[in-house]
């Protein structure tokens, strides 16, 4: 598996509370990649990033921010969680190559419950 | 924006049948790719097409993807447990080069010994 983490694994938090999440890798990807899952929508971007502090919205960015000032982090924060943001997020990063950007590899995910 | 149809959404299959899962667009699509997603895991990278009418296989999995380039298909045959999990397709999004990927949301696969 590539070298990426995602803390904290697992989160219970309260409505309307803060919430950040981190992931780090290792391998010095360009790219990475927000995404929540939940049952019967597969993955959904979140935002991404295409460089340290080169960041974009994706498909589902409200209620969400995100900052990245090192190549190896990229941090997700729910400014004040709500009920509908439970849910799995996954991490991914990629690099480019061969023309275009390759393949993503995903972290093990954060499962994060808001009470 | 686009979106990939994948059907079925869930697949039961006795051990060593065949089955085949299918991502449907309405747009031409750049490229593909497939990820599988075991219970309890994370997605993990299977494959990429990019060529028209493209045949890849990886053992008993047999990718394709259309002429056209509108859809693409997933054949596993001689199905085992080990099979068991959530297929997903993604395309890649042609209006940038920021690697953004739009998933399907997965056939759920389950093999019964």
């Known amino acids: 598996d590539a070298g990426i983490t995602q803390s904290p694994r697992h989160k219970v938090t309260e409505t309307g509370t803060p919430v950040t999440l981190r992931c780090h890798q290792t391998e010095n990807h360009r790219y990475m990649y927000w995404y929540r899952q939940d049952p019967g929508h597969g993955l959904r971007l979140i935002h991404y990033s295409y460089g340290v502090k080169d960041t974009d919205k994706g498909e589902v960015s409200d209620g969400y921010s995100v900052s990245r000032s090192k190549t190896e982090d990229f941090l997700l924060t729910l400014e004040s969680a709500t009920s509908s943001q439970t849910s799995v997020y996954f991490c991914?990063?990629?690099?480019f190559g061969g023309g275009a950007v390759q393949e993503q590899f995903f972290g093990p995910g954060t499962r994060l419950t808001v009470l | 924006g686009q979106q990939v149809m994948q059907i079925p959404q869930y697949q039961h299959v006795q051990e060593g049948e065949d089955f085949t899962t299918y991502c449907n667009s309405s747009?031409?699509?750049?490229?593909i790719q497939w990820y599988k997603q075991r219970p309890g895991g994370h997605p993990v990278f299977l494959i990429q097409?990019?060529?028209?009418?493209e045949v890849k296989k990886q053992k008993r999995l047999t990718f394709q993807f259309g002429e056209a380039k509108k859809n693409s298909s997933l054949h596993i045959t001689a199905t085992q447990t080990t099979d068991v999990g959530t297929y997903f397709c993604a395309e890649n999004m042609t209006t940038d080069s920021w690697g953004k990927l739009q998933f399907g949301a997965g056939t759920q696969v389950v093999v019964t010994p």
């Open positions: 097409l990019v060529k028209s009418g």
């Open positions: 747009t031409t699509l750049s490229n």
């Open positions: 991914a990063i990629s690099e």
